[in-house]
């Protein structure tokens, strides 16, 4: 038998190995290439004569195709077996039962911040935010509250060095100092959020929410603080008459300053808003202290108007009738799939704000 017909039968019978790409990729290199046995084959036809030469040369070449042809041939299949393989390993049966899954609700607390945001979106607030982290300057001093005021006291503030620089804001009325120093008057803002004091009981925690409320514009007054805040009720407590009065008060960042309370009565045990002889305060608010505008920039001789803050824990739990503010904080899934909210559930007066 020639050489070059052992080639064929020695390389014939390797294909039909169970071979992967990459022992075919040896075959090739070992047959074609450089210094490949049929390469080295083609190299000895250069010391024949014409006549050997030719025949030599289609023996050759015929041995050359068969063998290409059946590594071509070897690797379409090696090529069919693998998609077959992987079609068959990533196959999904669509007949199997779904997996059971657990569906989130949402907490109370941040559906009452979609609906105040979206009640006071309706007149025109928008929503600002500041960060829980604040300084000093933006918490207290700016709000006319300078160091040794009793109304820092008052705060139980959480301190976050020994300079008392940074602490964990005790109210959301930095936000004002914030978008004031911020931004040009006129100013119409609303900031919910989260805040902290040293503070802990069945209606305290020593981190709640709270939402600013703030407009500043020309010949703001006490009129417009009053018809804002008794839509606000109407709407979140979702009734058409409200009992509301406005009882003096005091804040150092407002002048006159007010705390506002509502009409209740109980029946059965439950909170009726709006009828009856009880009174609950729910908020406290005034006319920016013209201090205040000072200290942000806004000169009092034209600009004026008013701010008031309410603790959103408490509207959340007078409209849900929940009667435990720590149950708020303490992530048990059972309580917050009896109190919380199905992502789908629209209350009446939702007005779309997406979330
Ligand atoms: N920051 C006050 C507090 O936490 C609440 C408050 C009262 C905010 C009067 C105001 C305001 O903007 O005008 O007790």
């Not at 109304?151 to 930095?174: C, G, I, Q, V, W």
């Amino acid at each position: 038998m020639s050489d070059i017909i052992k080639i064929k039968e020695e390389y014939l019978l390797k294909l039909k190995d169970d071979l992967d790409l990459n022992n075919i990729n040896q075959i090739k290199s070992e047959l074609f290439g450089k210094t490949g046995k049929i390469s080295n084959e083609f190299k000895k036809m250069g010391s024949m004569s014409s006549d050997s030469r030719k025949k030599f040369a289609s023996e050759l070449n015929v041995i050359k195709d068969e063998l290409q042809e059946t590594i071509e041939k070897k690797i379409k299949d090696i090529e069919i077996k693998e998609i077959n393989l992987k079609l068959q390993n990533e196959k999904v049966d669509v007949t199997l039962p779904e997996r059971s899954f657990k569906r989130g609700k949402i907490h109370p607390v941040s559906q009452v911040i979609d609906e105040i945001s979206s009640i006071f979106s309706e007149i025109g607030f928008s929503v600002a935010e500041g960060p829980d982290v604040e300084n000093e300057y933006n918490n207290f001093t700016a709000l006319n509250t300078p160091d040794n005021h009793p109304a820092r006291d008052m705060h139980d503030t959480f301190y976050l060095d020994d300079n008392k620089e940074y602490l964990l804001r005790t109210h959301t009325s930095p936000v004002q100092v914030r978008t004031m120093l911020g931004g040009k008057p006129p100013f119409k803002i609303i900031a919910p959020g989260r805040t902290y004091r040293s503070d802990s009981d069945q209606t305290h925690a020593p981190m709640f929410h709270q939402v600013e409320g703030l407009h500043i514009d020309k010949n703001i007054n006490m009129g417009h603080l009053k018809g804002c805040l008794n839509y606000f009720i109407k709407e979140f407590f979702e009734i058409d008459k409200i009992k509301m009065r406005f009882r003096p008060s005091h804040f150092p960042f407002t002048e006159p300053s007010a705390e506002v309370d509502i009409g209740y009565t109980l029946k059965d045990g439950k909170i009726i808003i709006g009828e009856g002889d009880k009174w609950l305060e729910i908020l406290g608010c005034g006319m920016v202290h013209p201090n205040v505008l000072k200290n942000v920039k806004v000169d009092p001789q034209k600009f004026q108007g008013y701010a008031f803050g309410m603790g959103i824990d408490r509207l959340a739990m007078l409209k849900y009738g929940i009667n435990d503010l720590r149950a708020f904080f303490e992530t048990d899934y059972r309580w917050l799939n009896h109190f919380g909210f199905d992502p789908l559930d629209v209350p009446s007066n939702y007005r779309g704000l997406s979330r």
